[in-house]
């Protein structure tokens, strides 16, 4: 007979999944400085080459002995000698060069675009945050925190200011409409700003209670596509960290003024081990 799986391994299943994949070669774990470029080639931190952008495009000037491979390239083995250039659109990021290491590949160097302007992130694969990772810790399973709601999508999407984890970033959040719902025990219903993605699935970023104490500044849960009714499922135990959580070099868009639930929700994921909760109880951590 074939087993079923109950909800909770299910979410066992997911968890494996999503520490799989934040311990990733060049995944989030594994960031290791944000730097604006100048106007002018200049050398920046960590990273070999002369750096610079204007307001359309970013550049960079190495030599052969700089050992700088172009992701780019299509053959993958590239490196890069005299001056390359890169274009983005804001919110876009690009991997752009590698180097060092046996393979020249441990420093991945990634091009962003923020607010305007061009910045560089490097991922080092060797990052003491990535070496160092067991697992996010979480909250045990809480099936009384798997809550219907009901999405009240609204005529035209309403374009918000929000903050983001880096104080010289802002964001926009597109809030699709509206997720009612109420917790256990509670009949207050909460109604918290939603975006949706292409497929229909929504996204809620989110403040409680338990910010700072036992989890991160804010987290984030994901549901599918609402049901013709409206109705939807949050799923609280699926409430991940956005990267910012584990590294001072995200730009995580923070929640929208009214995303704040007045109440703990102890499920999903905790602040992660050896990040103390209180170094990300602002907007700006």
Not at 29 to 54: H, K, Y
Not at 64 to 70: E, I, K, N, Q, R
Not at 194 to 217: E, K, M, P, R, V
Request: hydrophobic share 35%.
């Amino acid at each position: 007979m074939t087993h079923v799986p109950t909800p909770e391994e299910r979410w066992l299943r997911f968890r494996a999944s999503r520490d799989a994949a934040l311990a990733e070669e060049h995944g989030w774990l594994t960031l290791t400085s944000f730097q604006w470029l100048g106007r002018e080639p200049a050398r920046v931190d960590v990273v070999p080459g002369l750096w610079s952008s204007t307001d359309d495009a970013a550049q960079l000037t190495a030599g052969a002995s700089d050992g700088l491979t172009d992701l780019t390239d299509p053959t993958g083995g590239r490196i890069v000698e005299g001056t390359v250039e890169a274009t983005l659109e804001d919110e876009e990021s690009l991997m752009w060069v590698a180097h060092g290491g046996e393979d020249g590949r441990r420093v991945v160097v990634e091009l962003a675009r923020r607010a305007g302007r061009y910045a560089l992130r490097t991922r080092d694969a060797s990052s003491p945050t990535r070496a160092r990772f067991t697992g996010v810790p979480t909250f045990d399973y809480r099936p009384d925190l798997v809550v219907e709601g009901r999405f009240e999508p609204y005529g035209e999407p309403l374009h918000e200011p929000i903050p983001t984890a880096h104080p010289e970033v802002p964001g926009m959040h597109e809030t699709a409409g509206d997720v009612v719902f109420s917790l256990p025990g509670d009949s207050h219903p909460f109604r918290l700003h939603a975006a949706q993605d292409a497929s229909g699935a929504l996204s809620i970023t989110f403040h409680d209670t338990t910010n700072g104490i036992t989890t991160a500044a804010w987290r984030k849960v994901t549901t599918r596509r609402p049901r013709p009714d409206g109705g939807v499922v949050l799923d609280f135990n699926r409430a991940i960290n956005y990267p910012s959580a584990f590294t001072l070099y995200g730009t995580c868009p923070a929640p929208v003024g009214a995303n704040t639930v007045d109440a703990p929700i102890e499920a999903g994921e905790r602040s992660p081990a050896g990040v103390p909760a209180a170094s990300h109880a602002s907007v700006s951590g």
